[in-house]
């Protein structure tokens, strides 16, 4: 490194910077949306947690035939809820989603299989494609549930047979996660939207500054400057990454006031997201933005034309929008290989911080090492394609 180097890295970062800022059009396109990020995404989790949370709270049961079950009825209203009956095209509303709860059915013959000691069949009729009315299928059947070892206690104890003979075992369930660990189970999509939102802000730069650049015909006069050609690479790929840092640091900040929206009250005491998991946030992307943006540099280089760099460069969005699914659909939890993928690592570090779970060195270093060695190796790329663009 030398004062030339040093020199020619400044002029083209400023000028790279500059040329971003006169785009005010594709400036704003950028940042607004990062901006809204944060208070659109609580505003959206918090509407769906305090929807949940207020027909837990109404403690309301559909009935279709209540009338043939009266010890179900007393015992349904004897655990505070309210019966209502079931509409007569429930089905189909169920199907269509325009009924939210799932819905009881009780034959006519209820009263009489109790009586005789014989089980009597109910249904709890619902729709897994309606996930509003799934959700209230488990809360129904622990409510039936009750009514039957209710009754089973009962006719027991009129033989002789004490309560607690009938329960050897006391089933208790004990919970390890922490109130932020179990908000994931709402946020667990955040991070994968701030990963796009670098990526997004990474992309036009790094397209603009290469394609955009030779499509203008103002990437060969570049290069047959004198100015070392390590340092024009260095100086985009540093103006490239800046811009992605920006969307990260808004995407981040977003989330501050953003939590000042919550409906839910029960979702923003756990959700605790404040100046010190933004840093956090905002350091684990720092790796993956300046590899990616190597990445996107160094295949929008090897292109002719703007439209022709977006089609190349598809095929990296589309694998970092689908790495944290990897950790979604597995069962077992975050696996160590999941640190070396980029993406994923980032995706399993910030679910961490958002389980309020500490960072070690170790878990850090494979997302350090990985988005290194894309920077190095997308910035040789780079500096490969212009001294061949240089020689033709």
């Given at each position: 490194?030398?004062?030339?180097?040093?020199?020619?890295?400044?002029t083209?970062f400023?000028?790279?910077?500059?040329?971003?800022?006169?785009?005010?059009r594709t400036?704003?396109?950028?940042?607004?949306?990062?901006?809204?990020?944060?208070?659109?995404?609580?505003?959206?989790?918090?509407?769906?947690?305090?929807?949940?949370?207020?027909?837990?709270?109404?403690?309301?049961v559909?009935v279709?035939?209540?009338?043939h079950?009266p010890?179900?009825r007393?015992y349904?209203e004897?655990?505070?809820?309210?019966?209502?009956?079931?509409?007569?095209?429930?089905?189909?509303?169920?199907?269509?989603?325009?009924?939210?709860?799932?819905?009881?059915?009780?034959?006519?013959?209820?009263?009489?299989?109790?009586?005789?000691g014989?089980?009597a069949?109910?249904?709890?009729?619902?729709?897994?494609?309606?996930?509003?009315?799934?959700?209230?299928?488990g809360?129904?059947?622990?409510?039936?549930?009750?009514f039957?070892s209710?009754?089973?206690?009962?006719?027991?104890?009129?033989?002789?047979?004490?309560?607690q003979?009938?329960?050897?075992?006391?089933?208790?369930?004990?919970?390890?996660?922490?109130?932020?660990?179990?908000?994931?189970?709402?946020?667990?999509?955040?991070?994968?939207?701030?990963?796009m939102?670098?990526?997004?802000g990474?992309?036009?730069?790094?397209?603009?500054?290469?394609?955009?650049?030779?499509?203008?015909?103002?990437?060969?006069?570049?290069?047959?400057?004198?100015?070392?050609?390590?340092?024009?690479?260095?100086?985009?790929?540093?103006?490239?990454?800046?811009?992605?840092?920006?969307?990260?640091?808004?995407?981040?900040?977003?989330?501050?006031?953003?939590?000042?929206?919550?409906?839910?009250?029960?979702?923003?005491?756990?959700?605790?997201?404040?100046?010190?998991?933004?840093?956090?946030?905002l350091?684990?992307?720092?790796?993956l933005?300046?590899?990616?943006?190597?990445v996107?540099?160094?295949?929008?280089?090897?292109?002719?034309?703007?439209?022709?760099?977006?089609?190349?460069?598809?095929?990296?969005?589309?694998?970092?929008?689908l790495?944290?699914?990897?950790?979604?659909?597995?069962?077992?939890?975050?696996?160590?290989?999941?640190?070396?993928?980029?993406?994923?690592?980032?995706?399993?570090?910030?679910?961490?911080?958002?389980?309020?779970?500490?960072?070690?060195?170790?878990?850090v270093?494979?997302?350090?090492?990985?988005?290194?060695?894309?920077?190095?190796?997308?910035?040789?790329?780079?500096?490969?394609?212009?001294?061949?663009?240089?020689?033709?």
């Amino acid at each position: 490194m030398n004062g030339p180097f040093f020199k020619a890295f400044r002029t083209v970062f400023a000028k790279e910077i500059l040329d971003a800022l006169r785009d005010r059009r594709t400036l704003l396109r950028l940042l607004i949306p990062s901006v809204l990020m944060g208070p659109l995404m609580l505003t959206l989790m918090s509407g769906l947690a305090a929807s949940l949370q207020e027909r837990a709270e109404q403690r309301e049961v559909l009935v279709a035939g209540i009338e043939h079950a009266p010890t179900l009825r007393n015992y349904i209203e004897r655990q505070t809820y309210t019966i209502k009956p079931a509409p007569a095209d429930y089905e189909a509303r169920l199907r269509n989603s325009k009924l939210a709860d799932p819905v009881l059915v009780v034959p006519a013959d209820f009263e009489t299989l109790l009586a005789g000691g014989e089980p009597a069949t109910v249904e709890i009729v619902s729709d897994s494609a309606n996930q509003r009315a799934e959700a209230g299928v488990g809360a129904l059947g622990r409510l039936l549930q009750g009514f039957s070892s209710e009754r089973a206690t009962l006719t027991l104890a009129m033989r002789g047979i004490g309560a607690q003979q009938l329960r050897p075992i006391d089933v208790r369930e004990r919970d390890l996660a922490s109130m932020q660990a179990r908000s994931t189970r709402l946020t667990q999509m955040l991070p994968m939207f701030i990963m796009m939102a670098v990526l997004y802000g990474a992309l036009t730069a790094a397209l603009d500054s290469t394609a955009g650049e030779r499509e203008r015909g103002s990437l060969e006069p570049l290069l047959v400057n004198p100015a070392p050609h390590s340092a024009i690479v260095a100086g985009k790929w540093a103006a490239v990454l800046m811009a992605g840092l920006l969307v990260a640091v808004l995407s981040n900040l977003s989330f501050l006031p953003g939590q000042w929206l919550m409906r839910s009250d029960a979702l923003a005491a756990m959700f605790q997201f404040g100046w010190s998991e933004a840093l956090r946030f905002l350091l684990l992307q720092i790796p993956l933005g300046a590899g990616l943006s190597a990445v996107l540099m160094a295949l929008a280089i090897r292109t002719k034309t703007f439209k022709e760099a977006q089609a190349s460069t598809t095929l990296v969005i589309t694998a970092i929008a689908l790495t944290p699914m990897v950790a979604i659909v597995n069962p077992g939890g975050g696996a160590s290989w999941h640190l070396w993928v980029p993406g994923l690592g980032q995706n399993q570090l910030m679910m961490q911080v958002l389980k309020g779970e500490p960072l070690t060195f170790a878990k850090v270093m494979p997302t350090v090492i990985v988005g290194a060695a894309l920077t190095f190796g997308g910035l040789a790329l780079v500096a490969r394609s212009m001294r061949a663009a240089v020689a033709r």
